[in-house]
C-alpha cells in the first residue's frame, strides 16, 4: 500500500533535476515550478487540516475492504490504484499520513480488489451518472470561464481557440461556474430523477445525489436490482436517458413519400408512458382512444406543423433535445472505473463532494466549503469575482488578501500563487 508514495517521492526528485538543468536558461520556468512547489505545499497542508476535522464528511461503502482505492498526491502526477482498506480506521491513517490531492474509490465490489482489473473477480456496481457542467455548453460559462495558455502561461478571459498574448492553440479552459451554470446543472439532476423514479421505478431513497466537488453532479443509484448489469446493459440506460434513435415513428405515425402523415402503431396504450409521454405532452399534443383515435391524432400534428411551419420529425428531435438528460454515457458504461469518494475534497477547486440534501437550495460556495476564514496573501493572475458563503470577494490581479477558502479555490484553478511568507510562517 505504501510504496506508492515512495514512487511519489522519486518523482518529485525528477522533477526537481530538470528544473536545476534548466537554471542558465530559463530562469522563468525554474521561478515557475518553485511557486508550483509551494502551491502544492500549502494546499496539502490544508487539506491535511481538513481530513483531520472532518474526516466524518467521508461516507464510505459498506463493505469497504470489496472497493478498489486510488489516489492522486500533490507530491507527483500519477494515480495509484488497485489498494484496498480493511475498515475506515485504516482509510483514516492512510489519508492523515500522506493528504492525498483527490481520493477515489470503485463503484465495484470484487472479491480481490488489489490484484489487477482480470483477476479483480467482480461481483457488482453500484449505477452512477455523471452531470459535468462542460458537457451543457452554456453561453454564460464560454463568457466567464478562463482560457490559460499552455505555452505563455497567459490568462485569457472567456473560451477562446487561440492565445491572445502569443497565438498559440495549446490552451486549457479553467471553469469558474455561476449561479446560472448551478441551475442549469440542477436542472438536469431533476430531470435525471425524473427519468430515474418515473420511468425505472426507482425509489428516492437509493438515489443519492453528490456535488461532484467542481462543475457536476454525481447520482449513485445503490439499489441491488441494478447492481449485476454488465456494461453494455449500463450503454443501454445511457442511451434512454439521451433520447437516442427517438424518431416521429417512436411516437406510431410516418410521412408517407408525398408527406402525409399516416398511422404506424398498433398498440396506443404505450402513448402514455415513458419518453412518449413526454414528448406528447411538451408538443401538447392529446392522446385519444377509441374510433377516430389515429385521424383525431394526426390532425393535431398537421395543425402543429402548420402553425409551427416546421417539420414533426424537426419538432421531436428539438424536444427530445430539450428533454433528454446531458448524462457522460461512458460514466455510467464503465463498470470498472473509480470515483471521487464522497466527503473527499476535489483538487480542481478545493471544494468537497458532498451529499445534496436539497438540491434547490445547495449552494456548493456555502455547503462544500470547509476551509477557514483566516486571510492569507496570494497573487491572483487575472480579475475574479466570486460569492464565498454568500459574500462577494473582487479579487484583482496582483496580490490580495482573502480568506483561506478564496485561497485555496484560485490557486486550484491555477488562478494564484500563494505568497511565499504564508510557506515560510508555517515552518516555523
Ligand atoms: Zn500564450
Ligand atoms: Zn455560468
Known sequence: MFSSSNN??????????????????????????????????????????????????????????????????????????????????ELYAFVLKFAP?????SSSFYNRPTEPMDKKEWIGSELIFD?????????????????????????????????????????????IPCKNCMNSLKKEVTKLLSFLMGDFGIERSGIFVYFSGNNGFHLHIVDGNYYPLLSNERSEIASYLLGKGFKMETLGVKKTDDNKIVPLLKNRQLLEAGWRD??????????????????????????????????????VSKTVDDLSVK???????????????????????GLAKILCNDLDSFDPFSEACFFDK???????????????????????????????????????KGLANINSKDIQDERR
Open 131 to 175: 452531470i459535468d457542467g462542460k458537457d451543457l455548453h452554456l453561453e454564460c460559462a464560454i463568457a466567464h470561464n478562463f482560457t490559460k495558455c499552455n505555452v505563455c502561461k497567459f490568462i485569457n478571459k472567456g473560451v477562446l481557440e487561440k492565445c491572445t498574448n502569443c497565438n498559440s492553440s495549446k490552451l486549457h479552459t479553467i471553469d
Open 101 to 105: 490531492s483527490d481520493i477515489y474509490c
Open 327 to 349: 448524462i457522460d454515457p461512458m460514466v455510467t458504461m464503465d463498470i470498472h472505473r473509480i470515483f471521487r469518494l464522497a466527503g473527499s475534497l476535489n483538487s480542481k477547486s
Open 374 to 412: 483566516s486571510k492569507v496573501e496570494i497573487t491572483c493572475f487575472a480579475p475574479v469575482s466570486l460569492v464565498f458563503k454568500g459574500k462577494r470577494y473582487a479579487v484583482n490581479e496582483g496580490k490580495n488578501h482573502v480568506p483561506e477558502y478564496v485561497a485555496v479555490y484560485l490557486i486550484s
Open 8 to 89: 511519489g517521492k522519486s518523482d518529485l526528485k525528477g522533477i526537481a533535476n530538470v528544473s536545476k538543468e534548466k537554471e542558465t536558461i530559463l530562469e522563468d520556468d525554474v521561478g515557475d515550478s518553485q511557486y508550483f512547489r509551494n502551491n502544492q505545499k500549502w494546499l496539502k497542508k490544508t487539506y491535511k487540516k481538513y481530513y483531520f476535522n472532518f474526516f466524518a464528511n467521508i461516507t464510505l461503502p459498506k463493505k469497504i475492504h470489496l472497493h478498489e482505492f486510488g489516489f492522486r498526491h500533490f507530491d507527483d502526477d500519477k494515480m495509484h490504484r488497485h489498494l484496498s482498506f480493511k475498515n475506515s480506521g
Open 278 to 315: 413526454r414528448i406528447l405532452k411538451k408538443l401538447k399534443i392529446s392522446f385519444y382512444s377509441g374510433k377516430n383515435s389515429d385521424s383525431a391524432f394526426i390532425s393535431q400534428i398537421e395543425k402543429l406543423e402548420n402553425a409551427m411551419k416546421c417539420d414533426f420529425q424537426q419538432m
